[in-house]
């Protein structure tokens, strides 16, 4: 992995107190605190690394909070990085972030993004069922908490987002509001984004019966 530590953070990780780390962060760092990571060196990028290759350079459970902001769909490889994610976070430490929605008319016109999102795409890294309906919980170990997933609709064209933001309150009133949004109604009335806050448990739950359906 090639790395470049611009301001020698890495070898202060583990005295920090708390650290939060914005992944992906492009031209625009969102989180004033945080440490940023991306693989093109823009005059905020703290560390320069290839994200795909994962996070070899963070020790195991030693991050608070971990931000992006439409950079996971870029990733060729969801499930390892994923994996990566809940490897370095401490014991209750949170993943927040958005992605675009798979009905986001723009997201095809970016050729470097990967992968699809949908409601119940963070469902399958979580051994509990966030949603009536429930996902295969066999694929992988990781298991964090889902604290939310929220539908986001807007539009580059101003006049649009006043109805936009209808749409959003109406289909996010209820979980059975936003599962029927996506099967009845996401290819009507496109939605933007998708808006989470994951977390790592504090400590090692026991599953009994989980739900494989």
Same mark, same amino acid.
């Given at each position: 992995?090639?790395?470049?530590? /611009?301001?020698?953070?890495?070898?202060?990780?583990?005295?920090?107190?708390?650290?939060?780390?914005?992944?992906?962060?492009?031209?625009?760092?969102?989180?004033?605190?945080?440490?940023?990571?991306?693989?093109?060196?823009?005059?905020?990028?703290?560390?320069?690394?290839?994200?795909?290759?994962?996070?070899?350079?963070?020790?195991?459970?030693?991050?608070?909070?971990?931000?992006?902001?439409?950079?996971?769909?870029?990733?060729?490889?969801?499930?390892?990085?994923?994996?990566?994610?809940?490897?370095?976070? /401490?014991?209750?430490? /949170?993943?927040?972030?958005?992605?675009?929605?798979?009905?986001?008319?723009?997201?095809?016109?970016?050729?470097?993004?990967?992968?699809?999102?949908?409601?119940?795409?963070?469902?399958?890294?979580?051994?509990?069922?966030?949603?009536?309906?429930?996902? $295969? /919980?066999?694929?992988?170990?990781?298991?964090?908490?889902?604290?939310?997933?929220?539908?986001?609709?807007?539009? $580059?064209?101003?006049?649009?987002?006043?109805?936009?933001?209808?749409?959003?309150?109406?289909?996010?009133?209820?979980?059975?509001?936003?599962?029927?949004?996506?099967?009845?109604?996401?290819?009507?009335?496109?939605?933007?984004?998708?808006?989470?806050?994951?977390?790592?448990?504090?400590?090692?739950?026991?599953?009994?019966?989980?739900?494989?359906?």
């Amino acid at each position: 992995m090639i790395l470049t530590d /611009k301001h020698n953070l890495l070898p202060t990780i583990k005295s920090r107190s708390t650290v939060i780390i914005e992944l992906g962060c492009g031209q625009q760092k969102r989180i004033s605190q945080a440490i940023t990571i991306d693989q093109i060196d823009f005059p905020h990028v703290d560390i320069i690394a290839n994200l795909s290759e994962g996070l070899a350079f963070l020790p195991d459970e030693s991050v608070d909070e971990f931000y992006s902001f439409h950079f996971l769909e870029h990733l060729a490889d969801l499930d390892f990085f994923m994996k990566e994610i809940y490897r370095v976070l /401490k014991k209750g430490g /949170k993943k927040f972030g958005t992605v675009p929605h798979f009905s986001n008319p723009y997201f095809y016109s970016d050729y470097t993004h990967h992968q699809f999102f949908g409601l119940y795409t963070l469902c399958y890294f979580s051994k509990s069922r966030y949603f009536k309906r429930g996902t $295969p /919980k066999f694929y992988t170990k990781v298991n964090f908490n889902i604290n939310s997933i929220n539908l986001v609709f807007k539009s $580059p064209f101003f006049a649009r987002n006043y109805i936009k933001k209808a749409w959003q309150i109406i289909f996010n009133s209820c979980m059975f509001m936003q599962e029927l949004y996506e099967s009845d109604f996401c290819y009507i009335i496109p939605a933007y984004e998708i808006e989470f806050e994951i977390e790592k448990p504090k400590a090692t739950p026991i599953v009994l019966g989980a739900s494989t359906d």
